[in-house]
Every structure is written in structure tokens, then in C-alpha cells.
């Protein structure tokens, strides 16, 4: 006598894949080694930074969640992962109210505003970042030293600056980032390499670039565990590896041809490799699921735009970093490369594959904010509702099966039923 579960499903029999929630933190723990790097490196004031920044974000999130009546998503992971790359991204010594500011805007602003999670069409930490640049850009451009003796005795003098104060400065400006070189700071190494390259045409050794044994932003500066952590996605199936790879190669072999043209101007591309925030943007921020193409060939060419972008904003551009700006017009470059890359649906015509492939992509652009993935783990997040190949909007019923946030796409069955067979 055996007695065995048969269980009985409507097709698609797929398995389910990895969820929204897995895929989130799994990228915050692949942000951890670049996060401990950075309280390492600049102590206190980087900790209660990034702590700033992510509380600010989770609670915007769960604040703005209770306004409009809806059950809160802070537990999906995707406000911390914002709050943790926004505070990866200010200078360490930035005042806390600042880098508060900055968390309720990145949600708030950067994606409530579009309509929630999945419905934003910027990276919302890139989105925060940007108001922090246009609102207070001498805090922004002012760097902290790192590897200070004091670092995890004492507090940058900056820190605790009351709102709309001007900061008291310890740090070092980015008009002038070579007058460090005379102060003698135990273990600084210089201000952001960038800036020291495009002012004064000094240019910062390429192992102290991996190494992270330079300045600048919180979690910009050590390249190799940013890459570790990338390639950790990767092997997860959680990152769309054309996109880091094809704005490295852009970068690249870019810088690297005007480098051979003319070596004293412009800088090796090692160093435009290592430097700024090139990899955490590459690998961390470029490669969110909602602001980027869908397609292979789309995010090839979404890569090479935003490497053109930020060869183009540090070698000729007035500010000496150009990835942050790359990164957000590629973002609202996204939609127009899907509808110019657009998949073609098996068995149709040219005139119906323009109409099924806009429904596709339509589809599978709602997905989970600042995860990095590959075309596999995108989900349709509106409850209840979805669009087939011909582009009419078909609802599901809680009596159907069909949970809030699962799709087609997601590979869930239907009607699941269980049957006892007895031999």
C-alpha cells in the first residue's frame, strides 16, 4: 500500500524561480563587503551615514504606504537596498540631515511618485543623489580623508551640522583636491583621484584604485569588493551581465584610444576603470530591472550609451564625475530602446509582431526595483492583473489561484489541486 500526493495543475508546469524578496537580499548581501569596507575606511561617520540613509528610506517607504492605504513593502527589501546605495554614494562626512533629506526624496520622489514599486523609471538612489548634487553641492564636493588614526573615536566635524547650518569643514573641497598633499594626514592617500586627474593632471596609482586606498565617496572607492559582489550576482542569475560588461568595455576601449592619442591629457583606462563610481554604478545602479532594456541586444546597447556618457562627462564635461548622470539618462533611455529592440513573437506577421511585442514588453517592464536580473525574474507586480501577447488586459481572481504579484512570466501554475492515490 503506498500512498502518494498527485498533484494536478493547468499549464504552465514551471517552477517558480526566485522571488522578489530573495533576489533584494541577495544584493544587500552582496553590498556588505563594499559597506564594511566603508566604515573600515572612514569609521564612525560613515557608519552613522549609511544607518541615516537607510532608515530614512524604510521609513519613508512605510510612512508613504500608510498614506495611501496600502500594506506596507518595507519587508521586500527594496527600501533598504535604496538607502544603502544612496548613503554608498554621499561623501562620508556629509551632515546627517542632508543624507535624511536624501533618503525621503530617493523614495518619495524617485519612486512613490512614479506609482510604487516597479513603476519607477530612475534608479531612485541615483534620483535622491541628484537633488543632494543640485541642492547642496559644496557639502557634495567636499571629502572626508580616509583611514584617519581618530576615525572610530571621533566624528567628522560636519556630522552633526543642525538643518540648514552651514557645515563646519574638516574635510577637503573638490575645487582644490591637491592642497591635502601638504597636510600630511596619517593614512590619506590624496582627495578623489578624478578631480586631482581632470584639475591638476595627478594621477593615482591603479592598485590604490582596487584597493580602495584612496578618497571619495563612502563606497565608491575599494573596486575589487564591488566587483566580487557583482559576480556574486551573477553566478545567482540575479544580474543581467551585458549591462556591467558592455559600459566597462565602452569605458574602456574608449578612454583607451585617446589615451594612445594623447597620453599627458587624458588618463589610462585602468585609471578610468577604478576610478569614481564607474564600478558601483556599472554593476549596482545600471543594472536595476526597471530602468533598463529587457532584451539582450537592448541592454548591449543601453551599456554602450551610458559608457559613452561617462567617458564623454569626465574628459570634456565641468564636473570631473559623469557616472550619476550617465546612469539616469540611460534610464530614460530604456523605454525608447525596447520599443526600437523589440522581441518578435513566434508566428506572427511584421504589422501583429508590433503590436504583440509592445504588450510583451509592456508586460515584463514591471518588475522589482534596484534588483539587478536577467530577463528571468521579472514579474508583473500589479495584484490581480495582467496582459497577454495581444495586448488585452486579462484579470485574475483571487479564486483562480493567482496571488498578488504573480505572473505568467514568473513561472507560477494555476489551479493548484491535490490528490490522494491509494495502491
Request: charged share 15%; aromatic share 10%.
Amino acid at each position: 500500500m503506498l500512498n502518494k500526493t498527485l498533484n494536478i495543475a493547468a499549464s504552465p508546469h514551471i517552477t517558480r524561480g526566485i522571488s522578489i524578496v530573495d533576489i533584494m537580499r541577495n544584493v544587500v548581501w552582496a553590498l556588505l563587503p563594499v559597506t564594511a569596507f566603508a566604515v573600515y575606511a572612514f569609521g564612525l561617520g560613515a557608519l552613522m551615514l549609511l544607518i541615516t540613509t537607510t532608515f530614512s528610506a524604510v521609513l519613508t517607504e512605510h510612512v508613504l504606504c500608510r498614506i495611501n492605504r496600502k500594506e506596507s513593502t518595507v519587508s521586500d527589501w527594496s527600501a533598504v537596498i535604496t538607502g544603502l546605495l544612496l548613503g554608498l554614494t554621499l561623501p562620508p562626512g556629509l551632515p546627517l540631515w542632508m543624507a535624511f533629506v536624501g533618503g525621503v526624496i530617493s523614495i518619495a520622489l524617485g519612486k512613490f511618485a512614479f506609482g510604487g514599486l516597479g513603476y519607477n523609471a530612475f534608479n531612485p538612489a541615483l534620483v535622491g543623489r541628484a537633488v543632494l548634487q543640485a541642492a547642496f553641492p559644496a557639502a557634495m564636493t567636499t571629502w572626508h580623508p580616509a583611514f584617519l588614526s581618530d576615525r572610530f573615536s571621533a566624528f567628522p566635524a560636519a556630522t552633526f551640522t543642525l538643518p540648514f547650518m552651514e557645515p563646519a569643514t574638516d574635510g577637503l573641497t573638490g575645487a582644490t583636491p591637491l592642497t591635502v598633499l601638504s597636510l600630511a594626514t596619517d593614512g590619506f592617500t590624496g582627495a578623489t583621484p578624478l578631480a586631482a586627474f581632470k584639475f591638476e593632471r595627478i594621477t593615482t596609482e591603479t592598485a590604490d584604485l582596487a584597493l580602495g586606498l584612496i578618497s571619495g565617496s563612502t563606497g565608491e572607492t575599494c573596486a575589487i569588493l564591488i566587483i566580487l559582489g557583482g559576480i556574486y550576482l551573477i553566478a545567482r542569475n540575479m544580474m543581467n551581465w551585458r549591462i556591467p560588461v558592455s559600459i566597462l568595455s565602452t569605458v574602456f576601449v574608449l578612454s583607451g584610444i585617446f589615451y594612445l592619442t594623447d597620453n599627458p591629457i587624458y588618463p589610462s583606462p585602468f585609471f578610468m576603470l577604478f576610478s569614481g563610481g564607474l564600478m558601483l554604478g556599472a554593476l549596482f545602479m545600471a543594472t536595476d530591472t526597471v530602468g533598463s532594456p529587457i532584451t539582450p541586444a537592448g541592454a548591449w546597447l543601453y551599456g554602450v550609451i551610458i559608457g559613452l556618457l561617462v567617458v564623454v562627462i569626465r574628459l570634456w564635461g565641468g564636473l570631473p564625475e559623469g557616472v550619476m548622470y550617465a546612469i539616469l539618462l540611460g534610464n530614460a533611455l530604456s523605454p525608447h530602446i525596447d520599443n526600437l529592440i523589440r522581441p518578435r513573437v513566434y508566428g506572427t506577421t511584421t504589422r501583429e509582431n508590433s503590436h504583440a511585442s509592445k504588450a510583451f514588453i509592456r508586460t515584463i517592464r514591471q518588475q522589482p526595483e534596484n534588483a539587478p536580473g536577467d530577463g528571468q525574474h521579472r514579474v508583473d507586480l500589479r495584484p490581480d492583473h495582467r496582459t497577454d501577447l495581444s495586448g488585452h488586459t486579462v484579470t485574475d481572481s483571487p479564486a483562480q489561484g493567482r496571488s498578488a504579484g504573480e505572473s505568467d512570466f514568473q513561472g507560477h501554475s494555476g489551479n493548484d489541486h491535490k490528490k490522494d492515490i491509494s495502491d
